[in-house]
T-cell receptor, first 115, second 110 residues
Framework: AQSVTQPDIHITVSEGASLELRCNYS??????LFWYVQSPGQGLQLLLK??????LVQGIKGFEAEFKRSQSSFNLRKPSVHWSDAAEYFC?????????????FGKGTHLIIQP | DVKVTQSSRYLVKRTGEKVFLECVQD?????MFWYRQDPGLGLRLIYF???????EKGDIPEGYSVSREKKERFSLILESASTNQTSMYLC?????????FGPGTRLLVL
């Protein structure tokens, strides 16, 4: 069975500092990987996704993520955070060719931005 | 832009009531999903549907049912609401592996 681990429940970063959110997955086949962001009281917005090809993927809002198969990781990065980045971030894994199935989500990382 | 809408943002119901949560998508997507989100547990899949009148159980289907009579609409039904079903409910749709989410319905069962 597939699983996703986000080791950090909360992360606090100063505005303007760099950010890295960790995600490790477990899946036997080729995974599809996603990062979503959820602002308070809102639904989930897709930040970026990895299906194949270049292992460094660019997303919206200045985010990027790197797929490392050897480490089973898909960490999310941003060079300089803004106060508006404060939110909950979810990593998710899906099955190749399994578009009809649900995604498996990590438990989320709550990002706090200090002024 | 994909648009997924949910009928209510907030809902308060009493124990034992039958509750309907509606979800509509406007992109002709084949697949639709219902998740619940709880603090510390992330999102958990309740049911999904890959076609009209088709449904599949997710990880936590107990106490829920679903209906998909039209392609654009996917309903989640709580036959007899209980307090442990107080949660945030998120609907999503997709035509491939990428899922698009609605704004969520926060349900409180008293």
């Amino acid at each position: 069975a597939q699983s996703v681990t986000q080791p950090d429940i909360h992360i606090t970063v100063s505005e303007g500092a760099s950010l890295e959110l960790r995600c490790n997955y477990s899946y036997g086949a080729t995974p599809y990987l996603f990062w979503y962001v959820q602002s308070p009281g809102q639904g989930l917005q897709l930040l970026l996704k990895y299906f194949s090809g270049d292992t460094l993927v660019q997303g919206i809002k200045g985010f990027e993520a790197e797929f490392k198969r050897s480490q089973s990781s898909f960490n999310l990065r941003k060079p300089s955070v803004h106060w508006s980045d404060a939110a909950e971030y979810f990593c998710a894994v899906g099955a190749l060719g399994g578009g009809a199935d649900g995604l498996t989500f990590g438990k989320g990382t709550h990002l706090i931005i200090q002024p | 832009d994909v648009k997924v809408t949910q009928s209510s943002r907030y809902l308060v119901k009493r124990t034992g009531e039958k509750v309907f949560l509606e979800c509509v998508q406007d992109m002709d997507h084949e697949n639709m999903f219902w998740y619940r989100q709880d603090p510390g547990l992330g999102l958990r899949l309740i049911y999904f549907s890959y076609d009209v009148k088709m449904k599949e159980k997710g990880d936590i289907p107990e106490g829920y049912s679903v209906s998909r009579e039209k392609k654009e609409r996917f309903s989640l039904i709580l036959e007899s609401a209980s307090t442990n079903q107080t949660s945030m409910y998120l609907c999503a749709s997709s035509w491939s592996e990428t899922q698009y989410f609605g704004p969520g319905t926060r349900l409180l069962v008293l």
